[in-house]
């Protein structure tokens, strides 16, 4: 309540304040600054802490404080009976975890990347995703699985793929993609309190970056709801709906087109499946145009689906046809100038915002 | 290792008392001073023997500070160590390794890929049902054993009935037990009703041991409104909570690295309870069979792994499968206590699980059972073995080497069972069968609002609105509709 009030004497105060900064305090109130580990690694305290069902699996996650260092001193803390360092077999260590799941407890397990999650992907759609209707409800899977998705830099093709529509695209799951450590605080929170099976997106090269949060956000009890989008940026010209890292280059993206005097509504997604279609589309139906940003392969990809939303259920209010940037079809090359070309840049989603006000783009 | 039978039990009982100093054979190692190996030659002595026996106080203390050891972390390895250095014994020549001290050879020798004979086979009933003499088993009582064999009887007719129902076109698929009655009857009577199975799909007498009706069985076949799966699932998918036994899951193997995490989460509850799994000679090629294994070993988790080694994955033999001698010998490469039984012998399979359950809750570890056995059924109603195999190995299988006659054959010799009984109990069973079949045929399919439910714990809004948007499709359509949807 009171971060609300604050947010509002701020918004006030932000009128004041010269645009290039108002920008990046638009999110709440902000007296401190967090970084996503930071925000992860607290969030698994608190929910640790709070539930002693909860525990952790995955590979380094104890000894070595996380591969990323999410899990830093959660070994310290709570012990090797709740978190578990695993030999490297994901097929194993996912099954262990499922099989935990069903007897009641609610396992945390972090593949290093999701990559490495093909290896166990058998157990995340077979075992977890369809058992609760398979068993007609009899038994329930409440874990959820976390770690790095998408691109990092200079890492290759198979450690670069981004697999959201993969997931998203299967019934039974639930698939989040935090931006902000807000995001990544309040999602991951709701992921493990949610007795269905959560599959937590995370980014690499946004682990070490600081987002402003509120006390509210800081609080242990703060969860964030699962299925509904945040508008970043308020816009009246053109929708830009994006995930995970693309966010923050939507929001610079958004900057560059203010000066050339289009107003675009940022949209961050969070929530891959359950997908918040009538936020999206609400939007839409007021800006009359839509980019969609992704830094996956382009095809049937969210991007995509988001498209088809659209398409399904305001045609009527669309003045362009959807614009759709992602990855390029190729697997990721390595040599750094190549990686460049084969992912978004914020030029790209500018162009294509102008693109769809029947700007030149030259 | 199957030269251990032949040794004299005084020598084995001495080495092993020397080999309980040192880690790797931990402190789970019972010794008998009067009648060596407690699990192998004791003659034939009644429970509470070998329940005293496990209450050996160095024993005990060894295995309890194995289980206080795991839960530190791993800067308890140094304390490890000097566990095995204080048994300085005749190694003076050997060399620190992660993993431990090993002494060091300057002869090259290669373990050989076999050993010269296989490891034997435990049974406690000849091939005719007579009990073998002097033998080591787990005594039955009458109500348990007349009922482990009414219920061998019942998997058996129930097994031909629904297949018939499947060759009539009524359900669309089933699969038989034929052959391995004992092991699922028998295991299941040597469990206790908190023990968690995890089944892989050739044991449903599990669940009839454990008071699934003929009904349950074939409303789930039939995919009825009353069948617990909401017939979601194929035939013989079985499922029930308060069986503690888990929906049946296709994908092979994939239950083994979820029976460890489910024992481990039994250790962390403190439960005096295991989980079983069963899995067949073909699922252990599975990656997951590897991935189970190791982990439960390494978690010390109170798990059974039971394989049902029947010589045929659909059409693949056994030697086609792997080239090990069987399964048990890979018990030891995971650092997992095994053993061999003979899967038609219901009282050697009752025995060795029960002992495998008091040695997987009370020293908190895994145990490897391998069960001999053969199917003498084809695969699947989807299957013809006669394809691939001879049709005269079929019927020397079923005939001279059928566990249920070898059991009845046991049970009438001590005057627990008769053929009126016999004749009584086929009679009324297949009239039970055959009601249950047409109530469950004559019930009503699930209704439309099934189809959405449990996907997530919460139906989410758009499947409420696809919900919506088929009921009314559905009445404003009916003739593009089966008729027996009930909307």
Known sequence: ?362 | MANWLRISSRTVANHIKKRMNKEFMGGAVHVNQSSGLWWGLNRGGPVSDRNRRHMDPLAWNRATLLCVQRFKTTLAEKQHDSFLSSDSDDDNQSVDFPGGKVSYTSEMSFISESSQTRVPCYRVLEDDGDLISDCDFQQVSKEDAVKMYSNMVTLQIMDNIFYEAQRQGRISFYLTSAGEEAISIASAAALSEQDIILPQYREPGVLLWRGFTLQEFADQCFGNKADYGKGRQMPIHYGSKKHNFFTISSPIATQLPQAAGIAYSLKMDNKKACVVSYIGDGGTSEGDFHAGLNFAAVMEAPVIFFCRNNGWAISTNVSEQFRSDGIVVKGRAYGIRSIRVDGNDALAVYSAVSAAREMAINEQRPILIEALTYRVGHHSTSDDSTKYRQLDEIVYWKKARNPVNRFRNWVQNIGWWSEQQEAQLRNSVRKQLLEAIQVAEKTEKPPLSELFTDVYDHPPSNLEEQEKHLRETVTRHPKDYPSDISV
């Open chain 1, 1 to 362: 309540m009171l971060g609300i009030v604050r947010q509002k004497m701020l918004e006030q105060s932000l009128k004041k304040i010269p645009p290039a900064v108002s920008v990046l305090r638009s999110y709440s109130s902000a007296a401190k600054q967090m970084t996503i580990r930071d925000a992860l690694n607290s969030a698994l305290d608190e929910e640790m802490s709070a539930d002693s069902k909860v525990f952790l699996m995955g590979e380094e996650v104890g000894e070595y404080q996380g591969a990323y260092k999410i899990t830093k001193g959660l070994l310290d803390k709570y012990g090797p009976e709740r978190v578990l360092d695993t030999p490297i077999t994901e097929a194993g260590f996912t099954g262990v975890a499922v099989g935990a799941a069903y007897y009641g407890v609610k396992p945390v397990v972090e593949f290093m990347t999701f990559n490495f999650s093909m290896q166990a992907i058998d157990h995340i759609i077979n075992s977890a995703a369809k058992t609760n209707y398979m068993s007609s409800g009899q038994i329930s899977v409440p874990i959820v699985f976390r770690g790095p998705n998408g691109a990092a830099a200079g890492v290759g093709a198979q450690h670069s793929q981004c697999y959201a529509a993969w997931y998203a695209s299967c019934p039974g799951l639930k698939v989040l993609a935090p931006y902000s450590s807000e995001d990544a605080r309040g999602l991951l929170k709701a992921a493990i309190r949610d007795p269905d099976p959560v599959v937590f997106l995370e980014n690499e090269l946004l682990y070490g970056e600081s987002f402003p949060v509120s006390d509210e956000v800081l609080d242990s009890s703060f969860c964030l709801p699962i299925g509904k989008a945040k508008i970043e940026r308020k816009g009246k010209d053109v929708t830009i709906a994006a995930y995970s890292k693309m966010v923050g280059y939507a929001l610079k993206a958004a900057e560059t087109l203010e000066k050339d005097g289009i107003d675009a509504e940022v949209i961050n997604l969070r929530s891959i499946r359950p997908l918040d279609r009538s936020m999206i589309n609400a939007s839409v139906r007021k800006t009359s145009r839509l980019v969609t940003v992704e830094e996956a392969f382009p095809q049937h990809g969210v991007g995509a689906e988001i498209c088809a939303s659209i398409v399904e259920e305001s045609f009527a209010y669309l003045d362009a046809p959807v614009e759709r940037i992602a990855g390029a079809d190729v697997p990721m090359p390595y040599a750094a100038n190549l990686e460049r070309m084969a992912v978004p840049q914020v030029e790209d989603i500018v162009r294509a915002a102008k693109r769809t006000c029947y700007r030149s783009v030259s």
